[in-house]
């Protein structure tokens, strides 16, 4: 299975607490591809730099070091991607959920997230 994980489970699992046991046994499978997007980590990026999140200072490091222990792919945003969101009823306000979405959409990847609102869109999740 192709798993995106949104911003807050990429954090969770990265600081090893938070996840259900369903999402983390699904987090640690090895048949299972993981999916960080460009959206969170520009999202993890605005936070930090408005002090809506604090990271310890070598987080670009533990981030590096996570993806890379995990498997974890990049996935760029696509104009298709953009494209998608217009697609998209206005069910959720969050910019970057709704980028997180379309890009689950087109990818055809399940979406790892505790978000209820996520959940409105037909868009295959897991927590």
């Not at 990429?10 to 699904?26: E, I, Q």
């Not at 969170?40 to 990026?45: A, D, G, K």
């Not at 809506?52 to 996935?75: C, G, M, S, V």
């Amino acid at each position: 299975m192709k798993i995106l994980l949104d911003t807050h489970a990429f954090l969770w699992a990265a600081n090893g607490a938070g996840l259900s046991a369903v999402a983390r046994d699904a987090f640690l499978s090895p048949q299972n591809d993981l999916y960080l997007s460009a959206a969170s980590y520009w999202e993890i990026c605005i936070k930090v730099s408005l002090g809506k999140l604090t990271l310890q200072p070598d987080w670009r490091q533990q981030f590096d070091d996570e993806i890379a222990i995990n498997r974890i792919h990049w996935l760029p945003i696509t104009r298709e991607h953009g494209q998608r969101i217009i697609e998209l009823p206005f069910l959720h306000g969050d910019p970057f959920d709704r980028m997180l979405i379309a890009q689950a959409l087109c990818e055809n990847m399940t979406l790892m997230t505790l978000d209820a609102n996520i959940r409105l869109y037909p868009v295959p999740t897991i927590w």
